[in-house]
């Protein structure tokens, strides 16, 4: 069964007809609930700090946000409103939490969350590295949608970054239900010592088991030949023409992460096509 709840993440009006051209066709093909998230900034006085804010100054605050609350709210009414599926806009305050904490208590309850790449020039300082906190914290997959994408629908054609572990497996269970039928969907395992291909027990064990959905998953290996895990991800992407890349998130602790780097912060920054992320 695919998605029934969708959650796109409408953060600054400069991504959001980017992601609505990602979001709407899946609600389409799945007759789906889309929920488009606004967060509105909450203006924060610290109590230790003596200082007096005026009036106009509030004022001027709270209309700039009305004003990108709008804008979005209008961007997102004119994808949906000639489509029969469910939507509903929705307007949160961050109040004394941020706004990765607020995107993170909705997405708890959607099938499936849909977000940007971060922005540096246009994120809002509360909602920088939001993605990374969305992914960890609210038991979600997670799309992550480059800046100014312009590709096809998702559903039709996948690749599946496979690796022994829980979240590899996690994300090819959650990537069936976004599937098409018939399906093209490469599980693509990639290391150096890459085991012999008929004798990799496990990721034969899925491969057959996306078949049984009525999916056509082939399975490859690859050597890395001295490229990241991300760079031969993105290479095979642009190889098979997928509209996705599957992946587990976030398999290290986060103190390996931060001084050894990992391929979820990478396939973030660098994937030139959309990302689910399952952790």
């Not at 239900?177 to 064990?205: C, H, P």
């Not at 399975?219 to 760079?231: K, M, Y």
């Amino acid at each position: 069964m695919g998605p029934k709840t969708i959650l796109v993440c409408l953060t600054t009006p400069d991504h959001a007809d980017t992601l609505m051209k990602v979001a709407v066709p899946l609600a389409r093909r799945h007759k789906a609930h889309l929920i488009g998230l606004h967060t509105v900034e909450a203006l924060l006085v610290y109590p230790g700090i003596a200082m007096h804010i005026p009036e106009p100054a509030f004022a001027a605050f709270n209309n700039s946000q009305k004003q990108e609350a709008d804008a979005i709210e209008a961007l997102f009414n004119k994808h949906v409103q000639n489509e029969d599926f469910p939507s509903e806009f929705r307007l949160v305050r961050a109040e004394a939490v941020s706004a990765g904490e607020r995107i993170v208590e909705s997405a708890r309850a959607a099938d499936l969350v849909i977000m940007a790449h971060e922005d540096k020039e246009h994120d809002r300082y509360d909602q920088r590295h939001v993605q990374v906190q969305v992914i960890r914290e609210s038991g979600r997959p997670v799309i992550i949608v480059p800046l100014d994408y312009d590709g096809p629908a998702i559903g039709n054609t996948m690749i599946v970054g496979w690796s022994d572990t829980r979240e590899a497996a996690r994300a090819a269970h959650d990537m069936i239900g976004l599937a098409d039928d018939g399906a093209d969907i490469t599980v693509l395992r990639v290391g150096k010592d890459i085991k012999d291909t008929m004798r990799d027990s496990e990721a034969i064990d899925i491969t057959e088991t996306l078949a049984r959905h009525g999916l056509k998953p082939t399975l490859e290996h690859r050597d890395p030949a001295g490229n990241s895990i991300s760079d031969v991800l993105n290479q095979t992407a642009f190889e098979k023409g997928a509209d996705l890349i599957v992946t587990g998130a976030f398999g290290h602790s986060k103190a390996y992460d931060f001084v050894i780097g990992a391929t979820t912060y990478a396939l973030l920054k660098e994937a030139k096509i959309p990302v689910m992320f399952s952790k």
